[in-house]
């Protein structure tokens, strides 16, 4: 079989603002700006009382008594207006506060492939039976001469695709903090795909979510919760929707500073689950050398509730250990190792959905 794939990309960076919208810096700005006024006109108003003071004397007659008496009066009026201002301002702040919590964040990608397959055997007219069982029937099928044809191929000429993702993050509480991220990854003219296929005609299940070429859905990518700095010590627990997929050192392909995920990303592939992990910052004795250690746990797949007649597939779960030995600006050591369990071949996805996309 001979591949050739010919790609076009553009990345784009959408820098959101955070909740706190540029509204509420222009209503604070404007309020410190009254504050001030109200605080420059209240020490005039003194200045001129104690200059009246220090050229009169003791105020004898009315004019002079009405003129002070006028001054104390809008003195008082401008120390109940500032006295109003910060009530204000003290009111405004804790909406400032909460809104400084949320952050959202994101990209776009629009790309552009050409791909051509040589084909040493016609395609099954249903993939089902060969992915599901590698049957006597399909044995005869590849064994029939007439099954081979040397110029066949697939190909298509022109595959565009946008991908978007729109990351948040927020700050619960002073230790615990969400971070989820929806995921668009839409094929140009396709929108009403069968449930559970990819545009490639693949089955679309939890691994595969957002991660092919589908329809204009918006799906949730990520969704965790951190709990933080447990008993004060460098502590974390995790639970959620992982962050596993585009690790290190993927970023470096996307043109991004920062690291996507914890596992490296020859992994690749979302999960649900759990992890636990502490944080230090000299590594045995060496000062300086900070880094951090977890113990991951999560669910790849899930069978369902099924009939138990010993030849259904188990579910898929993965553990293992996660280690930044050294993680300082520009220099990262990690070691990685981990485990999976009753892995599958491929599922077995017998829906009328997926039989009805190969007729």
């Not at 820098?15 to 504050?35: E, F, H, K, N, Y």
């Amino acid at each position: 079989m001979f591949k050739k794939i010919s790609t076009i990309a553009l990345i784009g960076l959408l820098a959101l603002p955070a909740m706190a919208t540029a509204g509420s810096v222009d209503a604070s700005s404007d309020m410190a700006a009254q504050i001030d006024r109200l605080t420059k006109e209240l020490a005039n108003l003194k200045a001129q009382m104690a200059a009246m003071k220090e050229g009169q004397g003791p105020a004898t007659d009315a004019k002079a008594q009405k003129e002070i008496a006028d001054l104390k009066e809008q003195m008082k009026a401008l120390q109940d207006g500032q006295k109003a201002a910060f009530d204000d301002l003290d009111e405004r702040s804790a909406a400032w506060d909460l809104a400084s919590r949320f952050q959202l964040f994101g990209d776009f990608r629009a790309r552009g492939d050409w791909y051509k397959n040589d084909l040493v055997a016609k395609p099954l007219v249903d993939p089902l039976g060969g992915f599901a069982a590698f049957s006597a029937g399909n044995m005869a099928y590849f064994a029939d001469p007439a099954n081979f044809h040397v110029n066949d191929e697939m190909e298509n000429t022109t595959l565009f695709t946008n991908r978007f993702r729109l990351n948040m993050n927020v700050k619960a509480t002073e230790n615990v903090d969400f971070k989820g991220r929806l995921a668009m990854y839409k094929t140009w003219g396709t929108s009403t795909l069968p449930p559970n296929v990819t545009q490639f005609g693949y089955p679309s299940f939890d691994g595969t979510s957002t991660r092919e070429p589908s329809d204009n859905i918006l799906r949730v990518d990520r969704a965790f919760v951190n709990w933080n700095n447990i008993g004060g010590q460098p502590i974390w627990f995790s639970i959620g929707r992982r962050p596993t997929t585009d690790g290190p050192a993927a970023q470096l392909r996307m043109g991004l500073d920062e690291r996507l995920a914890t596992p490296t990303a020859y992994m690749d592939w979302p999960f649900d689950g759990i992890s636990v992990g502490y944080a230090y910052a000299n590594l045995f004795g060496m000062e300086d050398a900070p880094g951090r250690v977890r113990v991951c746990y999560g669910r790849g797949f899930e069978n369902g509730l099924l009939y138990d007649d010993g030849s259904n597939i188990d579910d898929t779960d993965f553990a293992g250990v996660s280690w930044d030995i050294y993680n300082k600006a520009s220099r990262f050591l990690y070691l990685q190792s981990f485990m999976v369990f009753n892995a599958f071949n491929f599922p077995d996805f017998e829906s009328d959905d997926f039989a009805t996309f190969y007729q």
